[in-house]
């Protein structure tokens, strides 16, 4: 008889078996913290009648919505949605998630495109809002992304855990009102 351990084949118990993080079609809620906010792009310009995405450019109108309404050639506004790419740590593992903008409304207590117009004025606050965010428990519900090419869990609801919890712009206006600029 050797003194090694005899080595476990996971298919003799197959109960055994890490569950993965997210059953294929489940939605998966738990608890987690804020490790870090990707502050480089939060937002992106949508078509303000269909939500297609559009180009940075602003004078670049949404091409659906100026073709079917070719009998009012009136041009579609844009505005812009919440995207935002974040770190967060489970009690066993630390990973990237995607927030769009209904999810990200509740963290940051505005639409994307007042956050865009405060970031504006205050070239830091992006950067800022990360850091105020940093550290945040949450309870997150995930879903795996519907399209193919995602490479990244999606956030589809959250809720602060603190009970002081603030969202970002908040704390960005105290910020900047403390520093005297408004």
């Given at each position: ?74 041009a579609s506004g844009s505005k812009r949605l919440f995207r935002v790419l974040m770190s967060i740590a489970t009690d066993t593992k630390v990973f990237v998630v995607i927030m769009f903008d209904r999810a990200a409304r509740v963290l940051f ?74």
């Amino acid at each position: 008889m050797s003194n090694q351990p005899m080595k476990f084949d996971e298919t003799m118990n197959p109960q055994s078996r890490k569950r993965p993080l997210l059953e294929i079609d489940k939605p998966t809620t738990m608890m987690c913290t804020v490790v870090a906010v990707d502050h480089a792009t939060l937002c992106y310009r949508v078509c303000a009648l269909c939500e297609r995405t559009l180009p940075e450019n602003p004078t670049t109108a949404c091409k659906y919505c100026s073709f079917t309404n070719s009998f009012n050639p009136t041009a579609s506004g844009s505005k812009r949605l919440f995207r935002v790419l974040m770190s967060i740590a489970t009690d066993t593992k630390v990973f990237v998630v995607i927030m769009f903008d209904r999810a990200a409304r509740v963290l940051f207590g505005c639409s994307a495109d007042e956050f865009f117009d405060f970031a504006k004025i205050h070239p830091y606050a992006a950067m800022a809002a990360g850091r105020a965010l940093e550290g945040e428990m949450l309870t997150v519900t995930l879903t795996t992304p519907k399209n193919g090419n995602a490479q990244h869990l999606r956030v589809a609801s959250v809720v602060p855990l603190s009970s002081s919890f603030q969202p970002a712009i908040e704390t960005l206006r105290q910020l900047y009102r403390e520093k005297g600029v408004s």
